[in-house]
């Protein structure tokens, strides 16, 4: 199958791109893999004019969104849980509650975990989009305009960059009014259910069983594991530490199962997933080999199924959130 899809890439000058949370099969056949970011800017800079992206639904969208020339294909379009809990309507109420409070004068950043609609809707308010391996740099550019932030969808990232910097934090629709009247960031309530399951035990247990651990987390992850950890990072951040740790270190890593499974291979004895749980992001793993090559045999025939097609005015408004974030990082 994968001289099949190596050789259906090749004659029509596709581009395979794949997030590090796809199964093994497709990181090993692809062209190149990722984090949110470096996925986003590569497949856009990219020569070839066709992308077929094996990730989540946002992440081929945002393809689409900075680069509408391109065709931009998914073997599944699967969406990413965080992704789904917030729409346009659901940005609009929580704006309509920011302004029933009184709060009108804030900047929207959304994580890039988010509809192409809901990326618009931030951009056409002067917001912008962040990233796992950006949102330092973001929120430290924001900081700069004295003004509150509004962050969606990811409660626990805005928490965990809120604490980074000593801001005071609320959840809106969670915590009361004068409470979010008092914070400087205030987040909207979605997270991501796969890093949800790593908890401050899970790392008391490590370290109390392995002298030494070193515990290596996604800031998806609850702001109590964040604190507890020694370390916290994008996906490549992520692989780019533990790879540098000799193989005799042990280590602890709260992220997606197949992205820490594969990581040192030759240190397996030393590398755990920090859960009792298989912590599989579940949309990530629908896309299988199959679905490439028959993605890419309807493509030969003429027939083009699961192409990201957004509409013109929400790319635009779109492009612009995105667009900003890449100015600063
Ligand atoms: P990264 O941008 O760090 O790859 O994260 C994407 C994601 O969905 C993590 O759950
Ligand atoms: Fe979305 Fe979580 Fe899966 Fe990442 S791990 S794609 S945030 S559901």
């Known amino acids: 199958m994968e001289e099949e899809i190596k050789s259906l890439l090749q004659k029509h000058q596709a581009l395979l ?19 949110s970011l470096e996925l986003a800017k590569k497949a856009t800079s990219d020569s070839r004019d066709l992308v077929i992206f094996c990730g ?17 294909l998914m073997p599944k379009i699967s969406c990413c849980s965080m992704a789904r809990m917030v729409s346009s309507d659901y940005y609009d109420r929580s704006v309509d509650m920011l302004e029933s409070y009184g709060i009108t004068d804030f900047i929207p950043i959304t994580y890039i975990n988010s509809s192409a609609e809901v990326k618009a809707k931030v951009g056409a308010m002067g917001g912008m989009v962040c990233t796992s391996a950006n949102a330092k740099k973001i929120f430290e550019r924001i900081l700069q305009e004295n003004k509150k932030i509004f962050f969606l969808p990811d409660r626990c990232l805005g928490e965990n960059l809120a604490n980074m910097y000593g801001l005071s934090c609320g959840i809106l629709g969670v915590d009361n009014k004068e409470k979010i009247l008092d914070s400087q960031v205030i987040c909207y309530n979605g997270f991501c259910s796969v890093h949800q399951l790593f908890t401050p035990e899970d790392i008391d247990f490590f370290r109390e069983n392995y002298k030494d651990i070193k515990i ?59 859960s009792s749980t298989i912590p599989e992001c579940p949309t990530m793993n629908e896309t299988g080999l199959n679905d490439i090559l028959k993605l890419l ?16 005015h929400i790319r635009k408004d779109a492009a612009l959130a995105l667009e900003r974030m890449l100015e600063i990082s």
């Open 17 to 35: 791109v794949a997030h590090f949370y796809q199964k093994d099969a497709i990181v090993n056949l692809a062209h190149f893999c990722g984090d």
């Open 56 to 72: 989540v639904g946002f992440m081929g969208e945002s393809v689409k969104i900075l680069a509408p020339h391109k065709r931009v």
């Open 216 to 274: 290596v987390v996604h800031p998806e992850c609850k702001p109590e594991v964040v604190k507890k950890a020694d370390f916290v990072g994008s996906t490549s951040q992520i692989i780019a530490y533990v790879t540098s740790l000799p193989a005799s270190q042990s280590v602890a890593v709260g992220t997606e199962f197949n992205l820490v499974s594969r990581l040192r291979p030759h240190a397996k004895e030393n590398t755990f997933v920090l």
């Open 297 to 312: 045999y309807s493509y030969d025939q003429g027939r083009v199924h699961n192409e990201i097609v957004l509409e013109e």
